[in-house]
Structure formats: C-alpha cells, structure tokens
C-alpha cells in the first residue's frame, strides 16, 4: 500500500497549536510504519465514502482516504471540523484531465425572489457582471473544473469570485483568474493523462499530493514546511527544473512567484547525478544561509544529494576558487579606492573630475569590466553611464584608474572584480572548477564582473548554469547586457505568473511601482501582466501622517492589531530605507516585543505575514545623500529607478498585511500606490 499526503494536510497542520503538532506527527509517523493504520483508532467517516478518521487525541483527528492501493493523509483538525471537511468533500479523478482532485460540494440554494421594480425615488440596481458566463462546458472541463461545479462558475458573479477559486481545484482557479484578468483561457489547458495512468502521478496532481519516500521524508515535511510549494511544485515550475537546457537559462517572474523555490529544485534535480557538483549561490551571505536552511530541509531524506551541493554567498565561493587556483590574497576595500584616487588627484591627474566621479565610474565601468588600458576603456559600453565623456575627459580618467591599478598592486592588494577576472581568464584557458553545474538565485543583482565569470565557467556546457531572479527587483547593479559578456539566455528565458506569497491586494499595489513590462539590455521582457496570486487578503493601508509622532502612534496600533489576530512577532517587521530612520521605526515596535526592525537592502529575500515600511518621507525615497553623490547628474534617472524597485522590494515582502506609511507630503514614488489603495 502506498502512503500520501496532501497540501490541504500540511495547511491543517500548520494552524494547529505546536503541542497538537507534535502529536500529530508521532501519529503520522506510526502510519508510515504501517499505511493500513492497524495502530490507530480508525473510524469510517459514513457520509464520504473512502474516508476514515485516526485518533491522535481526545479532539484531534487525522483524515485518511483509503482506496486499497493508496492511504492519503488529507486533512487534520479537531473533532467536529475533520468530520465536517470530510463530509463535504470527494476524492475523484477529473473526468478529462485525469488528475486526482479533492472536489467539493456545491451549495444549490433555492431561487431568490424576484426583485421589485425600482421606484421613481430609486435608481435601478446596477447590471451584474458574471464573467464566466458564456464559457463552454468543454472550455471549462479543459482547465480542470469539475463537472459539479460548472454552472456555479458560471453563475459566479465579480464580488463573489473569489469565494469561487478558493473552493476550486488550483489548476481550475488559476485559469480563471487567468481569464477574468485578461489572460487567455486556452493558454492553460490540462495535460490529459493516458487511459489507466495513476491519477496522483498527473501533474497537476502533483502539486497537491506527494507520495512518502520513506519515513524520514515525511519527517522532513512535518517538522518544517517552509512552504507549500517548497513540495508541491506548480507544473510549470517542475517542467523548468527537470528540463534539459541547450544553454544557460534563467527564470524571472514578480516576486512571491516561486523562483528561489524553482533555484532549489533545479539544485537537488541536478545532484541526482552521483558526478554532478552543484554550486547553488547568490549575491549575499544571509540569503545564501536562507538557501542553504531550506535545502537541508528538502533533502533531509537524500542525503547524498545534499553532499553533492555546496550553498555559498557568489562573492565567498569566489574567494575559496581564487585562493584554490592562484594562493592567498588581500582583498582591495572602498577606502583603498579612495586613498588611491586622492593619491592620483595630488599628483595632478584627473584634471575636470572630482573623487566621487572617479570613484564611480572605477567601480562601474573601470573596474568592473576588467580595463587594463585606455583604448579598452574608450571602447567599453557606459550602459548606465548616460553623459558621453570627450576624448580628453576619458584620458584624464584613465590616467588616474592606472595609477589606481599600479597603486593597489604595489600593495598587493585585489579588488572583488579583479578576482572574477583572474577566474574567468583561469577559465578560459582550459583551468578546472571543482563544479559541474551552478545555481544562482537573485540573479538580478550579478555585477558585470559575476556575469563574465559565469559565462566563462559555461562556455560550452548547454545544462552548467540556471539563473532565477526579477528585473523590477533590482536594487544594487546598474543594467548591462549579459549577452555582450558571453551569457546569452535570450530564447531560454520563461516568466512565471502564478503568485503563491502575496496576497493578490499586495502584488497589485506593488506593481504599480513598475512599469506593466520590463526588460534587461538584451531585449529580454518581463511581462507583469497575467500574473496572478493564489491567495486573498485585506487591502493595503498608505497614510501619511502630519508628523513623525502622529505616524509612530499609528504603525503601533497596526502591529497591536496585528498581533491581536494572532500573527507572532517574529512575522511581523517594520522596515526602513537607512539607519537615519531606525530610531523612528523601534519607537513604533515598543508596544509589541519582538518585531524586529530591518533596513530594506537587508530584507530582499525575506517574507514575512505583516509589513509596515515607515518613514517614506520626501527626503528619505528617494535617498537624497545617495542622488547627491551621483558623479553623473544623466545618472540620476537609473539611481531613482533603483530606488523604485527598493520600495517594491519592501512592499513585496509582506504575505498578507501591508503599511506604507511617512511624513506628509511623502516620498513621490507613494503617488502611484496611493492611486491602488485609494
């Protein structure tokens, strides 16, 4: 007999206190020992056939569908909501796709009266827009809805379809949405499973059913469910981890669409190989430990998997590649930038420019794509760097950038750039890396000199590199095309469009910030529009106050009620756009201990159920010591770009509650957002 278990299960599971948790999984754990549940208390649930309850306390009971062949752990709750969840459901393959789905009863209530005529003193009531009412049977069957429930799609009117899709099988209300947004409904027709092929092996099946390989995987999944999709991947999500790629390839979407999770799945699919050495990366340290905590959690029960892959910051692999390939060395910091340029400016160089202007087009374009003369820096693309320098304004910039190469070096000192280049030359000219394949997550953030080092580690190899990342959450790097540097994903770039962590009130706000489409150097699109959210929540709140004092009281009574519907502090954050306004945010956490303040660069990446980001004053978004320092004044458009996406970074972080909050008249980028929440 085979043992299952679902996503409703491990939703259920998720509300209960953590000392019913704990025995649930002890109860769980002895049916995977014996999947007839001979151990337990098994009780046949009479008004659903197939269904069975387990005993795991006085109150709490596990929900079972037993076939002969298969033992599905369904769902677990107290008493009266386990039986009543059963009583209420089916479990049955669709007639046309062949996907096994939980299918519920449809409420059929009588007709309501018809209503009287409007009065002269009353207008007539407004037309009720239903906007699946002209869908087909077929049409409908095609995306997965049961055939119980086609009329009730059909009668759905626009208030009540939200109700709708979270009553419907997640294929059929994700179409839907699809559809009543704009989408085209064709574009999700179900894969049909060949006749007497196993139901759960289907792929939309998959994302909500997952067979137990053994009882330490479940114990893995029990003990921490990161997330729902962490497991049950979305088909189109599986398709892109399993696919053999003739490149490199990359995968983008908005945020909350799932790409760490597809960056860990590819990770583990690619480690199955017993020769495979996987490096899974991104841009910081604290990211590449939220990597590395949810990897374990994923192969727990493979262990060897997990030995084939290594989870590092890009930065910290590259020192550990460089120093196993060239010895020690000392890494070049900002202030010997500094000194150095000063040096070359007492010397006279440089004549026109002034040291932040040097500083930033050394780590731009200098620097950052490897010059070591002055014709390769005449030549080099200034994407980015919109102002054309003349002729004797890059000769006078160049003479300072060589004696600043000449100065480190005397000192023996490498800058992060100058590392990536030294390895991709190592690359080039035939020198191994102790890795098969590489994984980036967030890989908007790469920096030319990353970017030229991946190329060179991929040349050649169709499956050696998988890129995830979003566009619109670039914050740290300028634009630049990959493809000049060697790294072409151009036909190997798929947008993902299913929203499993924010609420569709969130997503919608934040991509106002961003425009409908946006596209890297390389004419790489990435389309916001289609994408939907699987998950409702309350709208989200934009104030701005006449004060600080005013504003701090309000974040307050918003974390209060937060906590007083039941979200733990630890799930709630306040953030801030620099250190200048954290004084202001922890005032505004004193009333609820434990929320935790956080700059917004430091929260990419993290996910937490209510967000307040406060103090997006005039003056604090965008940052105006950060426009002050722009060497460039043409470069002021790509830093306020940047700034933008800072902000949808910080909005997108929130799952269910969002407050955007400042001092009137506010940051300019709240014009837009305001427009959403209004």
Request: glycine share 8%; with cysteine; charged share 25%.
């Amino acid at each position: 007999m085979t043992l299952l278990y679902a996503s409703t299960f491990t939703k259920a599971l998720g509300r209960l206190a953590a000392a019913e948790q704990k025995q649930v999984k002890i109860a769980t754990v002895d049916l995977a020992l014996d999947p007839t549940g001979n151990g337990l208390q098994m009780h046949r649930v009479e008004a659903a056939p197939g269904f069975w309850t387990a005993r795991v306390s006085q109150d709490i009971r596990l929900v079972l569908h037993k076939d002969g062949a298969h033992t599905l752990i369904a769902y677990v709750g107290h008493h009266d909501d386990a039986y009543r969840w059963a009583e209420r459901r089916r479990l049955v393959p669709h007639e046309r796709t062949g996907a096994m789905q939980f299918v519920e009863m449809v409420e059929r209530t009588e007709a309501a009266a018809q209503p009287l005529a409007p009065t002269a003193d009353a207008p007539a009531p407004l037309p009720v827009h239903r906007p699946f009412a002209t869908l087909t049977d077929d049409q409908l069957l095609d995306v997965g809805v049961p055939r119980d429930w086609l009329e009730a799609v059909r009668s759905a009117d626009t208030a009540g379809v939200d109700a709708l899709f979270a009553r419907l099988p997640d294929e059929a209300a994700e179409a839907l949405m699809d559809h009543a947004t704009g989408g085209h409904l064709a574009d999700h027709v179900a894969v049909r499973a060949p006749e007497g092929a196993d139901p759960f092996a289907h792929p939309d099946a998959q994302r909500r059913f997952r067979m137990v390989e053994g009882v330490e995987e479940l114990k893995a999944a029990l003990d921490a469910p990161f997330a729902q999709w962490a497991v049950f991947l979305h088909p189109t999500q599986r398709a892109l981890v399993e696919r053999d790629w003739t490149g490199p390839a990359r995968v983008t979407g908005s945020a909350g669409t799932g790409k760490t999770i597809v960056a860990l799945h590819r990770a583990v699919h690619l480690a199955q190989a017993p020769e495979a050495r996987v490096l899974l990366s991104t841009f910081s340290a604290p990211l590449a430990a939220n990597l590395r905590a949810k990897l374990d959690l994923l192969v727990e029960a493979h262990a060897a998997r997990r030995d084939r892959i290594t989870v590092r910051a890009l930065d910290e692999a590259a020192l550990d590649l460089f120093a196993s390939a060239f010895g020690d060395l000392r890494l070049a910091t900002a202030a010997d930038v500094r000194v150095g340029i000063a040096a070359a400016l007492a010397t006279e160089l440089g004549e026109g420019h002034t040291p932040a202007f040097l500083a930033e087009e050394w780590d731009e374009v200098a620097d950052a794509w490897g010059l070591e003369d002055a014709a390769g820096y005449v030549g080099v693309p200034r994407l980015g760097r919109k102002t054309r320098l003349g002729a004797k304004q890059r000769e006078a910039a160049w003479g300072v950038f060589a004696f600043l190469r000449a100065h480190l070096a005397r000192q023996g000192l490498v800058t992060q750039a100058q590392v990536y280049h030294r390895l991709a030359d190592h690359c080039l000219a035939g020198g191994a890396l102790p890795y098969t394949h590489i994984v980036i997550d967030e890989a908007q953030d790469l920096s030319v000199a990353q970017v030229r080092f991946l190329a060179a580690v991929g040349r050649g190899r169709a499956d050696a590199l998988f890129f995830t990342g979003d566009i619109g959450q670039r914050i740290f790097r300028l634009p630049f095309s990959w493809a000049k540097l060697g790294l072409d994903v151009r036909g190997r770039s798929t947008v993902l469009k299913v929203c499993y962590r924010t609420s569709h009130q969130i997503r919608t706000l934040s991509d106002r910030l961003l425009l409908p489409v946006v596209a890297d150097q390389d004419g790489v699109a990435e389309s916001r529009r289609g994408t939907v959210s699987v998950f409702d929540g309350p709208e989200p709140q934009v104030h701005l106050f006449p004060d600080e004092a005013s504003e701090i009281a309000a974040v307050s009574a918003w974390l209060k009620a937060g906590a007083s519907l039941g979200i733990p502090p630890d799930e709630m954050v306040v953030l801030v756009r620099a250190d200048g306004q954290a004084e202001r945010a922890r005032r505004g956490v004193e009333g609820v201990q434990g929320v935790p303040v956080i700059l917004m660069h430091d929260a990419k990446g993290l996910e937490f159920r209510a967000v307040a980001v406060m103090a997006l004053d005039e003056d604090v978004l965008p940052d105006p010591v950060r426009l002050s320092e722009v060497g460039d004044l043409a470069d002021l458009e790509a830093i306020q770009e940047t700034e933008r996406h800072l902000l949808y970074v910080a909005a997108t972080r929130a799952r269910d509650r969002l407050m955007l909050s400042g001092v009137a008249p506010g940051s300019e980028f709240l014009d837009d957002v305001r427009v959403a929440s209004a």
